[in-house]
């Protein structure tokens, strides 16, 4: 059964950092691409970052450039969001999810969140 596992999240104040963690199990992580999602209230959920397999090529939603960097260890099936100077508006829960090979539009696997906020 394939499963990812969120954590990390917690309440942060402003300009603080986070590292998230999404622990997979189940399949094959280095084949797959992983994305990080986030949801904030009474929001969609937004596609935040990815990083592909083969070559690890990483994608970025613009909005988050510059203070977000993810990264993977597939030796310990690991895929992290390392989250700097954080704002109030980057609250919500942090979803990662999987897919095979490269990076898209759909998920196959998709971990329960982490909810993370910003706050004074």
């Known amino acids: 059964q394939s499963q990812l596992v969120e954590s990390g999240g917690g309440l942060v104040q402003p300009g603080g950092s986070l590292r998230l963690s999404c622990v997979t199990s189940g399949f094959d992580l280095s084949t797959s691409a992983v994305g990080w999602f986030r949801q904030a209230p009474g929001k969609e959920r937004e596609s935040l970052a990815c990083?592909?397999?083969?070559?690890?090529?990483?994608e970025y939603v613009d909005s988050v450039k510059g203070r977000f960097s993810i990264s993977r260890d597939n030796a310990k099936n690991t895929v992290y969001l390392q989250i700097n100077s954080l704002k109030p508006e980057d609250t919500g829960v942090y979803y990662c999810?999987?897919?095979?090979?490269?990076?898209?539009?759909?998920?196959?696997?998709w971990g329960q969140g982490t909810q993370v906020t910003v706050s004074s």
């Open positions: 999810a999987a897919r095979r090979s490269y990076c898209g539009d759909d998920y196959d696997y």
């Open positions: 990083i592909a397999s083969f070559g690890g090529t990483i």
